[in-house]
């Protein structure tokens, strides 16, 4: 099964046109970009084979929440895919694993695909591995909580592991495919212990590059990556594609 490279963003490029170039490279099969907002409707008439994420969208259905964009909203828009608990919104826009929890189900319940980033800090990781693996494990419990007894479909749920420490623009640090593949196997077996379910895909993200891409791609624990800076580089991007095989 081929697999998933998820292209994030983030607040980037600056314009419009730029967006445009940067996608019609991107525009492969199991790709999806998620550009800034602003941009999605321009991409989503670009691009002919990629799938289209939304950085976040609000946990409300509608309403006085000025500034907000909701599920439903996007969906509208043929956006497939939305990022949900990115470490950025989590750490510097303060989102919590309850209103995580409640943007989960709101995005489930229009039928848009989540994609719901877990994933320790530094100093949880100087601690050691156990300590990492209880981290992540209490961000799933909080942020999945909405969706035990909510009917969604298994193929709508996709988990990436991003250790913060270890995204570029965080702290860069190097995880290897062996480290991230362990608590890949960690975060299956809590997700099945909890939701009874385990067909769900299971990404990689932190750093991803050209160079790296393949020994991730390679593991059989996971179904993809999610990659941020790298997608803003053309030709680092190409090498990722071509490490999927696209
Ligand atoms: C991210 O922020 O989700 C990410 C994976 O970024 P980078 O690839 O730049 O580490």
Redesign the pocket.
């Known amino acids: 099964m081929s697999k998933l490279i998820i292209a ?1 963003w983030k607040m980037n490029p600056k314009t419009a046109r730029e967006a445009v170039r940067l996608a019609k490279v991107e525009d492969k099969t199991g790709v999806v970009i998620a550009p800034p907002l602003a941009f999605i409707d321009v991409i989503r008439k670009t691009v002919r084979h990629a799938k289209i994420a939304a950085q976040n969208a609000a946990g409300e259905e509608k309403g006085p929440w000025t500034g907000e964009v909701s599920p439903a909203m996007l969906a509208s828009l043929g956006v497939r895919y939305v990022i949900l608990g ?1 470490s ?1 919104r989590r750490m510097k826009l303060h989102e919590t694993d309850a209103d995580i929890a409640k943007k989960i189900v709101a995005a489930l319940d229009v039928g848009l695909k989540v994609i719901l ?1 877990v994933g320790e800090p530094l100093s949880v990781r100087k601690k050691g591995t156990i300590a990492a693996k209880r981290f992540v494990k209490d961000q799933l419990s909080v942020d999945l909580k909405g969706i035990k007894n909510f009917k969604f479909q298994i193929s709508n749920l996709v988990i990436a592991y ?1 250790p913060v420490w270890a ?3 965080s702290g860069g640090g190097k995880e290897t495919p062996e480290d991230a593949a362990a608590m890949a196997k960690n975060i299956r077996e809590f997700v099945h212990f909890k939701l009874r379910i385990s067909h769900f895909k299971l990404l990689y ?4 590059s050209g160079m790296n891409a393949r020994g991730f791609l390679a593991r059989k624990e996971f179904d993809g990556v ?5 997608s803003l580089k053309p030709k680092e991007f190409r090498k990722i594609l071509r490490a999927g095989n696209r």
């Open positions: 994030n990115h950025e980033c991003e995204i570029s623009t993200g932190g750093s991803v999610l990659v941020g800076s790298a």
